[in-house]
């Protein structure tokens, strides 16, 4: 049985693969994990490792179970006598031989969506998928070689990561692309017509971050037929995580208690309706499947954006933490979750997440009174009122720091914001890394609603080893240790 203890106070780093130095999963991995190591950090955060569709979003992937292919370090020569791959291809063959043809076939139908592949294709007729893939044998055996390469690197990775105390953390999108292997082979499972398209498609409803909502364009699953086999499908989707992860956080929870269902024909999110959903069922039937070898459920709900009691009362009845985020802890409302003083021990913490801008971009794209808010909220000097600003910096505790000589008020509300996170009750506190190294807005991960200059961003290892910085990593060990978050191996 697992022995994941989410009442331990513990702390990470939001870090996409991507975004090392070299963008896959080769040496710089292992230098990684030993550097959050060495500063205290006990679990690294991820985001979805599938293959991006159109586009670089990990949240939108040609299917549920593989690995993205541009995550391989180097591939090698197919050895189709490697036991361990013959093993793997056995294991894995309820998604991976769906995986494989889909991707063959693509390619054949010069990169077509599915749905406008030719009928006896499109359907799936027996017949033919059976000539297709005796016909593209070398093809798809490439293709289950190179899963089973990421597959067999990243066991080697959670090994190491393991040895070091730190737990990995994932990301599992709750929808997934129309265009996907999993759609594809399983079409009974989605909200389709006759002829395959969708009839509904997932999104968030208007609200004060859009006038429009987000129109997301997912399927929507059947849920019917799912309660059929007793969401076999989920069961081996979540399965599949946690032989990759220690811990996962599930995107989007509050679509497992209702779900924004807007019409297929609409462009943007405006006029949808909720529809309620058996997450209940679904969470119970998970908690059923893996209770042999968990001794609590290692989830965490993304809760937010505008959550219902229904919803948090589905995600404490399964245990499971939410999250907060302090850039949204600035508003006038006293019951605001995401203000430190209301974050309680089952949630997770962060200065910002993948699609916030990073803490120090944040601030300074701020106008002057939100920025002298900020600044007061958080015991800092007005942003207006150099000689207190100066004061401020030269009775800082780690004055003595080099850095702090150029130091400007962005850098102060990122060191504060950061210490609130760390000192927070959450028993998990996550940093992104353009945080813990005080990045402006060229380091942004991404940009929700736009599809340009988003997911590409990747650090050097000077940043983190030249002196100015390798203060603030070397920080983040005495950080650890004064909020009582460096777990001991």
Known sequence: ???????????????????????????????????????????WQVLPLGEPQAGLSPYQCSSAFAFNPALLPKNSAVDECDNDYIDFCNKQQFWLDDYALFKVLKKRFDDAAWIDWPAQWKFREAQVLQ???AENEQAI?????????????????????????????????????????DVWAHPELFLLDSNGSMELVSGVPPDYFSETGQRWGNPHYNWENMRKDDFAWWKSRIHHHLQQFDLVRIDHFRGLEAAWMIDASCDTAVDGQWQKIPGDELLSAIK???????????????DLGIITAEVTALRKKYQLPGMSILQFGFDEFEDNPHK????????????????????????????????????????????????????????????SDCWFDNVDMADLVVERLVDNAMHSRANICIIPIQDCLHLGSDARMNTPGTIIGNWQWQFQWEQIEHQHDSSRMKKMRMRNENSQRLVEL
């Open 141 to 181: 055996a490439e293709l289950k070689w190179q899963q089973y390469q990421l597959h067999k690197r990243w066991h080697e990775i959670r090994n190491k990561a393991a040895d070091l105390g730190i737990l990995l953390f994932g990301d599992m999108p709750i929808f997934i692309g129309h265009d996907s292997a």
């Open 288 to 302: 059923s499947s893996i209770e042999k070898c968990y001794n609590q459920l290692p989830f965490v709900a993304e």
């Open 1 to 43: 049985m697992s022995s994941l203890n989410l009442q331990k106070r513990r702390a990470g780093i939001l870090l996409h693969p991507t975004s090392l130095p070299s963008g896959v999963l080769g040496d710089d991995v292992d230098r990684w994990l030993q550097m959050m190591s060495e500063t205290g950090f006990s679990v």
């Open 340 to 399: 430190p003083q209301n974050i309680k021990e089952d949630t997770v913490v962060y200065t910002g997440t993948h699609d916030n801008d990073t803490t120090k971009g944040w601030f300074n794209s701020l106008e002057e009174h939100v920025k002298n808010h900020v600044l007061s909220v958080l015991n800092l000097p007005l942003a207006d009122n150099e000689d207190e600003s100066l004061e401020a910096i030269d009775m800082a505790p780690d004055r």
């Open 131 to 133: 000539q297709s893939t």
